[in-house]
Structures are given as C-alpha cells and as structure tokens.
C-alpha cells in the first residue's frame, strides 16, 4: 500500500465548511478503495475524507493548517 502526504492551508474566511467538505468527500469517493484521512494540526482532530460529518467535526479555522493523508493501490 502506498501512502502520500501533503499540507494545505485554509484561506477561506469561514474555513472548512460545508461546500469545500463535500468536493473533498466526492473525491474521496471517487478514489475508492483508496483512503483518505485529513488532520488538523491546530486542533489536533482528523477526519475520514468519506465522511463529510466527520471533515466538519475538524473545526478547521481560516488559516489553520491541514495534512491529506492518502493511503491505497
């Protein structure tokens, strides 16, 4: 299994919210059966990136740092 990592920041004033959490969950979709599992490195929390519940249970503030972890074939 391979594994890929990045960092991105959150520049919308609102931060993560419902809207980009569902683009992020339909590409996880789209992926499968490829994981994707987000962190957030100011609040220490991460998220399925299947789950949109679980992308806005993050609380990722604007400019709050966030690692995409990838994980599958």
Do not use: W
Request: charge should be positive; glycine fraction near 6%.
């Amino acid at each position: 299994m391979v594994e890929y990592k990045t960092r991105v920041r959150v520049v919308n004033p609102l931060g993560l919210h419902a809207r980009p959490g569902v683009s992020i969950v339909k590409c996880a979709q789209d992926h499968r059966p490829s994981e994707l599992e987000l962190r957030c490195l100011s609040t220490n929390s991460r998220a399925l990136g299947h789950s949109l519940l679980s992308i806005l249970s993050l609380g990722a503030a604007r400019d709050s740092e966030i690692e995409l972890i990838t994980r599958g074939p």
